[in-house]
């Protein structure tokens, strides 16, 4: 009777719970994307890109490229004719924009505000009064459209000469091989992808799966625990119907996490949806070389950045059905809700390092499973093996479990 009540009370107890996992991870990690970025120095990127989408579509044509270039050249004249007539700047004998770049960049602190000697806090504040001329009239600063348009153009002229941009010293020759012929057999790639932004989306369907990976810790593995403890199994075996409820389980328990996963993607998918990227599914994965900092984020396939959505996106489904298989077997396997949670909280932060090992940078030739294997196609070949590891695991167990409680 005491069982009966308990599990009344203790069953909605945990969706109260769960609700409030739920609440509080989108508060904390994912409303990120919805509510902060871009941010900093990634807005005048994000502008840019929107702009030129507007204007120019998905591909960049030769003379649009052409009409770009235009426009850098009108600003650079115009920001050189702020300098040149700024009083602090003739002062520094400063007369073009260049020249104050230049000026700033040799004599820039790296140090904060509080860390500055006098001679660094004037070189700021010299600095800044420059600026402030260099503002458009709607308030956006010149300077940051001119480093938007320097690392685009830049990056076009790396493009442009293919041999120069595979002789970059962190390809080997199969990599150089594939991207030649990725990158170099058409100008899709100059559609205009923001920098950063396939990182974002998929720390953002990491923080859906781990997510998951909560919520299932939660609601699922307690089924068989709770049996033992009940000593259900001791009399299962009583009926050909109770000697094949350790499959009904385990398919249930199957069944649960994929409902679950396919609710959670779902629902925080969709709502991207309602987001500015939406104009940005279409592009290509390759659309936007972010330079010489970071040369290898670039992959070896044409997809469109939604394609690579959905490739990320069974990703979460195998690694989050994989940790659904050990979550069940734990579960067979604990004698008490004690010993399973000591068993899963180790577990839980085992796959969330996996987690981030095959999502971030994924199907990027600087996803760290990639730079260890050299395999293309790597995160998708753990994510399957993954599976197919921890869903034997609770089978192995069904099928031994029959077998010894049926010699008993």
């Known amino acids: 009777m005491f069982s009966v009540e308990f599990k009344k009370l203790f069953q909605p107890m945990l969706f109260l719970v ?50 770009i270039e235009t426009e850098y050249s009108t600003l650079i004249k115009k920001a050189d004719k702020i300098v040149s007539e700024n009083p602090i700047a003739k002062q520094l004998q400063l007369g073009k924009y260049a020249e104050f770049e230049s000026w700033y960049q040799e004599n820039a602190s790296g140090g904060a505000i509080n860390e500055m000697n006098e001679e660094e806090l004037e070189i700021v504040k010299q600095k800044d009064a420059i600026l402030k001329d260099l503002l458009e009239d709607t308030g956006d600063s010149m300077v940051s459209q001119i480093f938007v348009l320097q690392g685009l153009l830049h990056s076009m002229e790396q493009f442009d000469a293919s041999d120069i941009f595979l002789s970059n010293e962190y390809y080997t020759e199969n990599e150089k091989e594939r991207l030649s012929e990725t990158l170099f057999t058409e100008e899709g790639w100059r559609n205009i ?40 199994q001791t009399i299962q075996w009583s009926s050909r119907h109770g000697r094949k409820i350790l499959w009904t389980q385990f398919a249930s328990g199957i069944i649960a996490s994929f409902l679950l996963i396919t609710c959670i993607v779902g ?139 049926l010699l008993n």
């Open 193 to 232: 992808l923001p920098t950063e932004l396939s990182r974002t989306f998929a720390g953002y369907f990491e923080d859906i799966l781990k997510l998951f990976i909560f919520l299932s810790s939660l609601l699922i593995p307690a089924v068989f625990v709770r049996d033992r403890l009940l000593r259900v």
């Open 18 to 67: 769960a609700l409030l996992i739920t609440i509080v991870s989108y508060n904390i990690d994912l409303s990120f994307i919805h509510t902060y970025w871009p941010n900093g120095d990634a807005i005048p990127i994000y502008n840019h890109a929107s702009d030129w989408q507007n204007r120019f579509g998905q591909t960049l044509e030769e003379e649009e490229i052409a009409e």
């Open 267 to 405: 629902f925080f998918g969709s709502l991207l949806y309602f987001t500015d990227f939406t104009q940005y599914f279409s592009n290509g994965l390759n659309s936007f070389f972010i330079g010489n900092e970071d040369p290898l984020l670039l992959s070896f396939y044409q997809w469109t950045f939604a394609q690579w959505m959905v490739n990320v996106v069974l990703l979460v489904y195998l690694i989050g059905m994989a940790f659904s298989g050990v979550l069940l077997f734990l579960s067979q396997t604990s004698q008490h809700y004690l010993s399973l949670l000591m068993k899963i909280i180790p577990v839980g932060f085992v796959f969330i390092y996996i987690a981030n090992l095959v999502l971030k940078d994924a199907f990027y030739l600087k996803n760290e499973l990639y730079q260890w294997t050299k395999i293309p196609m790597i995160e998708i070949y753990t994510g399957i093996l993954l599976l197919v590891i921890c869903i034997s695991l609770p089978i192995i167990h069904c099928v031994r479990q029959q077998d010894k409680d």
